[in-house]
């Protein structure tokens, strides 16, 4: 018996990966091996946690933008951010998870969220910095990711990429006012890219010799570049936008390499990195504290609607007795 299991799982695991291999969507009623689902649940869960967390340092200046324009651009851009974050948390749950064990998760410290929102927004410019470099980041990072090889994962991204791509193009035109204002205004937004570059470096994660999940995450076709590789292109692509801006890359070793056809970095301080990882970040304590309390006061909604939910059921049932 235990040799006809042995057999079987053999005869599945070749399956599946003749299906990955040839680029074919691995959908939920799909066989998929144990490591594949835990692995997928751990991104796609600690990238929903970072969209919702990621909505607190821009939310903090939703009453603060400096006219109703830039209030009701970042308002959308914020609820956009939550509506990723359900999306997410939808492609995780066909995986057998729930919504309330990933919050709980996050909420104990066993799921982790994006370094860069432990970060704290002190100025406008922070906010254009944070869609011109955070949000280019995130789409550098998340372009791959449609072609994931989870179908739910992969389809949750085209419909964030296009946002995101929405997102980025508003940051970039903030630094576009704010860099070509007045001295102050100017001097802004160099402090905001000084503060956010190395953290935006940081999202791609640890290089690749130090990544214990890229090899095999590659194999699945789950991240389809490696963390190095994203960062590099975001590096390549950002230098000349900063450029284009008048701002200059706190960077001193920054340099065009022309046989690499790429931009040589300073070194990045892995160090402040493991640091942000391990809940040690700037403003850590409190965006977990803003989370965990936003949890508890909204326990009544749910309640609520649970209750409706429950009492609708019990309607259909009879109605369908009677
Ligand atoms: N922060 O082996 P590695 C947004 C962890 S939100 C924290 O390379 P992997 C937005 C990593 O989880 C954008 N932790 O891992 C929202 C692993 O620990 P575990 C969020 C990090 O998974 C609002 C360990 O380090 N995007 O767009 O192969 C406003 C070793 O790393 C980080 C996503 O989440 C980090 N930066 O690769 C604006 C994208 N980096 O899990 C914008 C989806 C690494 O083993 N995620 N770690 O305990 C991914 O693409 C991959 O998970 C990563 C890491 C590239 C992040």
């Given at each position: 018996?235990?040799?006809?299991?042995?057999?079987?799982?053999?005869?599945?695991?070749?399956?599946?990966?003749?299906?990955?291999?040839?680029?074919?969507?691995?959908?939920?009623?799909?066989?998929?091996?144990?490591?594949?689902?835990?692995?997928?649940?751990?991104?796609?869960s600690?990238?929903a946690?970072?969209?919702?967390?990621?909505?607190?340092?821009?939310?903090?200046?939703?009453?603060?933008?400096?006219?109703?324009?830039?209030?009701?651009?970042?308002?959308?851009?914020?609820?956009?951010?939550?509506?990723?974050g359900l999306?997410l948390y939808s492609?995780a749950e066909?995986?057998?998870t729930s919504r309330q064990d990933m919050t709980e998760?996050?909420?104990?410290?066993?799921?982790?969220?994006?370094?860069?929102?432990?970060?704290?927004?002190?100025?406008?410019?922070?906010?254009?910095?944070?869609?011109?470099?955070?949000?280019?980041?995130?789409?550098?990072?998340?372009?791959?990711?449609?072609?994931?090889?989870?179908?739910?994962?992969?389809?949750?991204?085209?419909?964030?990429?296009?946002?995101?791509?929405?997102?980025?193009?508003?940051?970039?035109?903030?630094?576009?006012?704010?860099?070509?204002?007045?001295?102050?205004?100017?001097?802004?937004?160099?402090?905001?890219?000084?503060?956010?570059?190395?953290?935006?470096?940081?999202?791609?994660?640890?290089?690749?010799?130090?990544?214990?999940?890229?090899?095999?995450?590659?194999?699945?076709?789950?991240?389809?570049?490696?963390?190095?590789?994203?960062?590099?292109?975001?590096?390549?692509?950002?230098?000349?936008?900063?450029?284009?801006?008048?701002?200059?890359?706190?960077?001193?070793?920054?340099?065009?390499?022309?046989?690499?056809?790429?931009?040589?970095?300073?070194?990045?301080?892995?160090?402040?990195?493991?640091?942000?990882?391990?809940?040690?970040?700037?403003?850590?304590?409190?965006?977990?504290?803003?989370?965990?309390?936003?949890?508890?006061?909204?326990?009544?909604?749910r309640?609520?609607?649970?209750?409706?939910?429950?009492?609708?059921?019990?309607?259909?049932?009879?109605?369908?007795?009677?």
């Amino acid at each position: 018996m235990a040799h006809d299991e042995q057999t079987l799982t053999e005869a599945l695991t070749e399956a599946f990966e003749a299906r990955v291999a040839a680029d074919a969507f691995i959908e939920p009623k799909d066989w998929m091996p144990d490591a594949y689902r835990r692995t997928l649940v751990r991104q796609i869960s600690q990238h929903a946690h970072s969209e919702i967390v990621g909505m607190l340092p821009e939310g903090a200046w939703i009453a603060r933008a400096p006219s109703l324009r830039r209030k009701a651009v970042l308002l959308a851009k914020v609820q956009d951010e939550g509506g990723h974050g359900l999306y997410l948390y939808s492609a995780a749950e066909t995986l057998g998870t729930s919504r309330q064990d990933m919050t709980e998760a996050l909420h104990e410290g066993r799921a982790k969220y994006s370094t860069i929102f432990n970060y704290p927004t002190l100025t406008w410019a922070d906010i254009g910095a944070i869609g011109w470099l955070v949000d280019g980041a995130a789409i550098m990072n998340q372009v791959p990711l449609q072609r994931c090889s989870y179908g739910p994962y992969a389809r949750a991204m085209v419909r964030i990429c296009k946002e995101e791509s929405f997102h980025q193009r508003q940051g970039f035109e903030i630094m576009t006012v704010m860099a070509g204002g007045t001295a102050a205004q100017k001097r802004m937004a160099q402090d905001a890219l000084d503060r956010w570059w190395w953290p935006s470096l940081m999202m791609f994660g640890p290089p690749d010799d130090q990544s214990p999940n890229t090899a095999q995450s590659i194999r699945w076709r789950i991240k389809r570049e490696s963390n190095d590789e994203l960062r590099q292109k975001f590096v390549d692509v950002t230098v000349p936008q900063a450029e284009a801006l008048g701002l200059t890359v706190p960077d001193p070793d920054l340099r065009w390499n022309a046989a690499r056809g790429s931009y040589d970095f300073g070194a990045i301080d892995w160090a402040e990195f493991a640091a942000v990882v391990r809940g040690e970040g700037p403003v850590a304590k409190e965006r977990m504290a803003a989370r965990r309390a936003a949890w508890d006061e909204g326990a009544w909604v749910r309640e609520a609607a649970l209750a409706h939910a429950e009492k609708q059921a019990a309607r259909a049932a009879e109605r369908a007795a009677a």
